[in-house]
């Protein structure tokens, strides 16, 4: 999956995320979320980057995730300004700089707008392998929604018992909705 995802160009990516974000923007779910935790894409990711400028241009109350060296877990930090006060982090991912801290309880979280590798159609998550963002979406309230590629969402992929299952996955063409949430 990683060498599928590396393969895509950035016009394709740009592309198939300004569509995923269109199918987004109708989601219930998403559309009526007051406080919202979203990840930085890196990569080839579907794109958050411009997701994440967007919705604070339109005034939503937007938090990224940051990494706490000292726990050794991610958290919350609520963001006012995309350019300004994010800098690269420990793996490398755009995360607030210490001044730009603001702590943000994961159980006042509406949406989390969640990456991964691979998901099913039953809304099993494949991460990067670390389990982190795992123990983040475990401790969020609220709805949890994948942004992926078409080709991301296989029949099956390995999961296990401390694995967060997603509500929602938004790709390019479709919404998988595994739990048969309402719309």
């Known amino acids: 999956m990683r060498a599928r995802l ?5 016009a394709a990516v740009r592309a198939k995320s300004a569509a995923i974000w269109e ?7 998403f559309a009526s979320a007051a406080r919202l935790l ?8 579907v794109d958050t ?11 939503r109350q937007v938090c990224v995730p940051r990494f706490e060296t000292a726990t050794q877990r991610y958290a ?12 690269t982090g420990k793996f490398g991912i755009l995360e607030p700089k210490p001044e730009a801290v603001r702590p943000a309880a994961l159980d006042r979280i509406d949406a989390t707008l969640a990456p991964g590798l691979a998901f099913d ?6 991460g990067r392998g670390w389990g982190h963002f795992d123990r983040l979406l475990g401790e969020t309230s609220g709805v949890k929604i994948a942004l992926a590629f078409d080709f991301q969402v296989l029949d099956e992929v390995p999961a296990e018992a ?3 299952r997603m509500d ?5 063409t479709r919404v998988v909705n595994p739990k048969g949430n309402r719309q």
Do not use: K
């Not at 590396?6 to 950035?10: F, H, N, P, S, V």
């Not at 979203?38 to 990711?45: K, R």
């Not at 980057?49 to 339109?58: E, P, S, T």
């Not at 159609?121 to 494949?126: I, P, Q, S």
């Open 168 to 172: 929602f996955i938004v790709t390019e």
């Open 6 to 10: 590396a393969e895509q160009g950035a």
């Open 38 to 45: 979203v990840y930085v894409s890196t990569g080839n990711e």
């Open 76 to 87: 919350a930090s609520e963001l006012h300004d995309f350019d300004a006060e994010l800098t």
């Open 121 to 126: 159609e039953t809304g099993n998550r494949l």
């Open 162 to 164: 401390h694995d967060a």
């Open 49 to 59: 980057q411009g997701l994440i400028r967007q919705l604070l241009a339109m005034g």
């Open 23 to 29: 199918r987004l923007s109708v989601l219930r779910e």
